[in-house]
């Protein structure tokens, strides 16, 4: 199963590869790249794990800057279908199932696009199918103690997109309530510093942004600063009007639907597969999630390009696991 994965990834890859931006690209990109080449603060909420490894990424001497973090794109890409992939495999006990979540996941309308450009999305695709990936495995016999691990690359995790904020809750609801019987507080004190440790990667801003860094979005050197551009207080006041109001909610249903996206058909296989694995509802709450943050979170509502990312990839993987050969034929 795990040859089938990397040979799935490496198959995303080169297909990002041969889709990718030849540089830098539109909306965000560039402001990211500075960010990222120049290791400042992005807009909110900043992204100082992506910011980091796009450093990495911008001292490949392939091509120009923006195309060495367009190639990071892409890697995230393949390694978010490569777990998924796994997860999904993890769950049936079916190889056909990671071939399934595996293709799926790079080739919906909003990771491929961003995919193949600088962006942080990728990323956020990597992080929601780790944490399904983390949520199932834990849930097994035994790997309850296992936690302390998992919340360090949690912590990691949060240093992406906020949605994944949101992600976490049900995920740590559904591995508490698989291995009540192993949460010892030693264990979940263990996990909860874990994962303090990991946000310590959040320090990667206000530490640039006083070395005067070329890319400053927020000069967040203040605590209050600091809390305003992390919780992205700024852009909800600007937006407020938007976020949270129910009222639009119906008109941005009809209009997702309309959009005809497969990201939105996909879980309608939920209904004839009827999965009774709990890791399975799992995805399926990430999909919902993703679906209200679009909605009533997102300060651009569903005109961002972002909307879909974490629920296709839920949504993938959910369709891999409940998958058989004989539906594949």
């Keep these: 199963m ?13 297909a990002m590869v041969a889709a990718a931006a030849p540089g830098g690209t539109w909306f965000d990109g560039g402001e990211l790249a500075s960010a ?5 603060v992005a807009h909110p909420t900043g992204f100082p794990l992506w910011a980091l490894l796009g450093k990495a990424a911008a001292l490949l001497p392939l091509g120009d800057l923006g195309f060495r973090i367009v190639l990071l794109s892409a890697a ?6 490569g777990v998924a992939g796994w997860t999904a495999a993890r769950l049936s006990g079916r190889v056909e199932s990671a071939v399934v979540a595996g293709l799926l996941v790079p080739f919906g309308p909003t990771l491929f696009l961003h995919g193949a450009t600088v962006e942080v999305y990728a990323l956020h695709a ?6 399904l990936a983390m949520s199932a495995w834990l849930a097994e016999e035994g790997r309850g103690r296992r936690l302390p691990a998992a919340g360090l690359v949690v912590g990691l995790a949060l240093g992406g997109h906020g949605e994944l904020r949101l992600l976490v809750l049900p995920a740590l609801g559904f591995v508490l309530w698989k291995r009540r019987r192993d949460m010892t507080l030693g264990v979940f004190s263990g996990a909860a510093a874990m994962c303090a440790l990991g946000l310590l990667i959040y320090a990667e801003l206000p530490v640039r942004s006083a070395a005067g860094a ?18 992205a207080a700024r852009i909800r006041a600007a937006f407020a009007p938007r976020m949270f109001n129910v009222a639009h909610v119906p008109a941005d249903l009809l209009r997702y639907a309309r959009q005809a996206r497969w990201d939105l058909a996909i ?22 999630i993703d679906v209200a943050y679009s909605v009533l979170i997102n300060p651009m ?18 369709a891999g696991a409940v998958c058989s050969t004989r539906w594949l034929l």
């Design 126 to 131: 990597l992080s929601v199918a780790a944490l």
């Design 2 to 14: 795990t040859r089938v994965c990397v040979g799935l990834s490496l198959l995303v890859f080169g």
């Design 301 to 318: 509502g569903l005109d961002d390009l972002q909307n879909g990312v974490a629920g296709f990839t839920a949504a993938a993987v959910v």
């Design 36 to 40: 990222a080449v120049n290791l400042g």
């Design 214 to 231: 070329a890319r400053d979005w927020a000069e967040p050197v203040t605590w209050r600063s600091f809390l305003d551009h992390v919780s």
């Design 76 to 81: 995230l890409t393949a390694a978010a279908a």
């Design 267 to 288: 879980p309608l296989i939920f209904v004839f597969a009827r999965p009774r694995r709990a890791a399975v509802g799992l995805a399926v709450a990430f999909f919902v």
